[in-house]
């Protein structure tokens, strides 16, 4: 069987974003009025405010997130140009953090950021350059490590490791 081909964007030339060196470790989650203006990095398209992170690409094994470098909002045409393929097989999305609407919310965190950096590795060496990072629930709760394992983190894996559904599924 041969693997999708990956519909590209037809609103905006889709080109990953460069790196950059260094940020801040782990800083403190807030939990005020701040969780209004959090990103969510692995949001659904069809969440408040949605716009695409990236454009998932690698293996079926192996996937890997391209980071855009301009910011996408999501329409239905977007949406659409993913056919037969459902959006959030092409694209990762981020949206406003739900809070304690959210699952993975307990009230302070988000457990599958914190999931993420205890139970997956690193995949980068570098942190990738993100439209997010300076909003992102994830950066502002587990800091850089976070993001060092961000880019393997897809809303559809269709051959997840046993370490992946731990992360996802808890």
């Known amino acids: 069987m041969s693997e999708p081909q990956i519909a590209e964007p037809k609103t905006a030339e889709v080109k990953p974003a460069g790196e950059i060196a260094s940020a801040p470790a782990r800083k403190p989650a807030q939990n005020n009025n701040e969780d209004q203006t959090l990103m969510c990095p692995s949001a659904q398209p069809d969440m408040a405010g949605s716009r695409v992170l990236g454009v998932v690409g690698g293996t079926m094994e192996a996937a890997q997130v391209a980071y855009l470098n301009e910011s996408l909002p999501v329409t239905s045409e977007l949406l659409a140009s993913t056919a037969p393929l459902k959006p959030t097989e092409v694209f990762r999305f981020a ?11 307990d009230g302070a965190n988000c457990n599958l950021a914190t999931r993420i950096v205890q ?7 570098t942190l990738p350059a993100c439209l997010i990072r300076q909003a992102c629930r994830w950066y502002q709760q587990e800091g850089r490590a976070a993001c060092m394992r961000c880019p393997q983190v897809v809303t559809e894996s269709f051959q997840p490791s046993e370490e992946f559904l731990r992360a996802a599924l808890g």
Do not use: N, W
């Open 95 to 105: 949206a406003r953090c739900e809070g304690k609407a959210c699952r993975h919310f």
């Open 119 to 125: 139970i997956l590795p690193a995949v980068v060496d």
